[in-house]
């Protein structure tokens, strides 16, 4: 799948001020981690009826969001872009709900892309392990890239599992 389908509704979701960033097989990709992209998934925080009414010249529909391990407040998809968006992004984990914030690593021919970091925590969460690896192998590889911010922030979440906060201080020592 080529990224460019996204940049007309890259351009919806700027235009109507939605913080967004592309997680998922998308950034495994852009990262040369994987070879193909599954699907884009793209993160958001906004209202739900905000992102309604940016992406409402498109065929979306609503997909069941907030079954376990998943707990973000919404997810549409535009099934003929293979777009998803999932909206405030979170799990349960440890008892409660672990809300990963939209946080942007860097830029792919004007997108948005998500901190690995949150991709490695949603995988793990996910149960998909070797996803998750992958992020880690790269963050390993690349502490240069590390966002020790981030993960300080992340660590200070009581909910977050205790391999991935033993990894993440790893990560920043």
Known sequence: MNHQVLFPIIELLEKNNI??????????????????VNDW????ECPKDKLVKAINGYDWEEQRSGDYPFASQYRLSIGSHNIDFIGSFAFYAEDEVLKLPVSVYGNWDGINLSSPEI?????????????????????????????????????????LNNEI?????????
């Open 19 to 36: 913080k967004y960033a592309l997680g998922g097989s998308g950034l495994l990709y852009y990262l040369n981690l994987i070879g193909s």
């Open 41 to 44: 998934d793209i993160t958001v």
């Open 119 to 159: 991709w490695y925590i949603a995988y793990f969460l996910m149960g998909r392990k070797e996803k998750a690896r992958l992020i880690l192998s790269y963050l390993k590889e690349n502490k240069v890239k590390v966002n020790e911010l981030l993960i300080r922030d992340l660590l200070k979440k009581d909910s």
């Open 165 to 173: 906060r033993q990894e993440f201080k790893l990560l920043i020592q």
